[in-house]
C-alpha cells in the first residue's frame, strides 16, 4: 500500500482490466530471432517460443483470453506442443494463459517465488488490480532457487534468479547456443518500468538487475525485454543510466527534505522524457516509484 503521504500517487495509463480486455481479440506479431526463436507479442507481455522437435519451450503465457490467438500463432511456427512454459515473474501478463498450457501438456517452470506468489492473493494498486489465489493448474509445478538449466536436444537454456527487483520472483531465461536473452519485467525498454513493491520489487534491485543482466550479454545478443521491442545491449545501457541518474535525483530531493508532490513538481525526468515517457508507466508514476524505495 501506499504511505500517507502517497495516497494520491500517480496510476498506470491503463488499468489491469483495460490492459486484459485487449487480449480479447489481440493481433498477434510473430518476429523470428533467430533459427528457431521467435518473439510473439500483442497479449500481455512479450513470450519466446523456441521451437524443437521434442517439443516447444515458451516464456510467458499472456492472457488465457487470447488463447485461441496464440495456440493459432505457436501452430504457425510448427506443430510440436509447448513441452516447457517458464514464467519470469507473478504478474498477470506474464502467467493469465498458465492454466490452459497447463491442461494442453505443458509443464510449468519458474522460479519458487512465482509460485508462492501466485497462490497467495495478489494486488497492484497502481494498476487498480486484486485477484484471489490461482487454481492448481496455473502454478508452476517445478520451481527453483538460484538458478536451473532446462536441456532439450542441443539446446540449453539458463534460468536464474535476480534478488528482488522489479517483484521478488524474477528471473533471466538465456538460451544460450543462440545468444537470445528474456528479462522478463527486470527490463522495459523504451518505457519507464514498474517497480512492485507490493509484490517485493525495488528500485536498488531493478538497478542491481539492469547491471547483472549487462555482465550477461554481449554485442551480439538479443535481448527480449517484458515490454518494448527486441533490443542490444547498448539499448540497456541507456536503461542503466536512466536508472541510475533518476534514482539520484530524487533521492538528492527526498534526503534535502522534499516531499513527493514537491518532487514530482522538479520534472526530474524531463531529459529522459522524450524516449522513455510515452508507454503505460507515466513519467511520474515512476519517480513516484523512485521516491517510495530511496
Known amino acids: 500500500m501506499m504511505t500517507a503521504e502517497d495516497v494520491s500517487a500517480p496510476e498506470a495509463r491503463f488499468t489491469a482490466e483495460q490492459m486484459r480486455a485487449t487480449g480479447l481479440h489481440p493481433e498477434i506479431t510473430l518476429q523470428e530471432l533467430r533459427s528457431e526463436i521467435t518473439v510473439l507479442s500483442g497479449s500481455g507481455a512479450n513470450m519466446v517460443v523456441l521451437d524443437h522437435p521434442e517439443g516447444k519451450i515458451l516464456v510467458d503465457s499472456g492472457f488465457a483470453i487470447s ?3 496464440i495456440e493459432a500463432s505457436l501452430s504457425l511456427i510448427s506443430p510440436h506442443p509447448v513441452r ?3 514464467n519470469t515473474h507473478c504478474h498477470f501478463d506474464h502467467t493469465d494463459g498458465n492454466e490452459w498450457l497447463h491442461t494442453s501438456g ?4 519458474a522460479h519458487r517465488r512465482t509460485r508462492e506468489r501466485l497462490n497467495l492473493p495478489q494486488s497492484i494498486p497502481a494498476f487498480r488490480y486484486s485477484r484471489g489465489a490461482s487454481r492448481e493448474g496455473a502454478l508452476p509445478s517445478l520451481t527453483f532457487d538460484q538458478q536451473m538449466r532446462v536441456d532439450l536436444g542441443n539446446e540449453s537454456v539458463l534460468l536464474r534468479r535476480y534478488t528482488p527487483a522489479h517483484t521478488d520472483s524474477d528471473t533471466a531465461v538465456y538460451f544460450e547456443r543462440l545468444d537470445v536473452l528474456h528479462l522478463g519485467d527486470t527490463w522495459f525498454n523504451g518505457i519507464y518500468p514498474f517497480i512492485d513493491y507490493d509484490s517485493g520489487g525495488s528500485i536498488d534491485g531493478l538497478i542491481e538487475a539492469t547491471r547483472e543482466n549487462l555482465e550477461l550479454t554481449n554485442s551480439h545478443t538479443l535481448i527480449v525485454p517484458g515490454h518494448g521491442s ?3 545491449r547498448e539499448d540497456l545501457v541507456d536503461s542503466w543510466n536512466m536508472l541510475t541518474e533518476t534514482r539520484h535525483r530524487v533521492a538528492t530531493l527526498k ?3 522534499l516531499s513527493l ?3 514530482l513538481a522538479k520534472r526530474v525526468t524531463a ?3 522524450s524516449k522513455y515517457g510515452a508507454g503505460f508507466i507515466p513519467a511520474d508514476l515512476f519517480v513516484a516509484l523512485v521516491y517510495r524505495g530511496v
Open 84 to 86: 516447457f512454459l517458464i
Open 261 to 263: 508532490a514537491d518532487t
Open 106 to 109: 505443458a509443464t510449468i517452470i
Open 67 to 69: 488463447q485461441p490467438e
Open 230 to 232: 527486441v533490443g542490444s
Open 255 to 257: 534526503a534535502s527534505g
Open 271 to 273: 531529459s529522459f522524457d
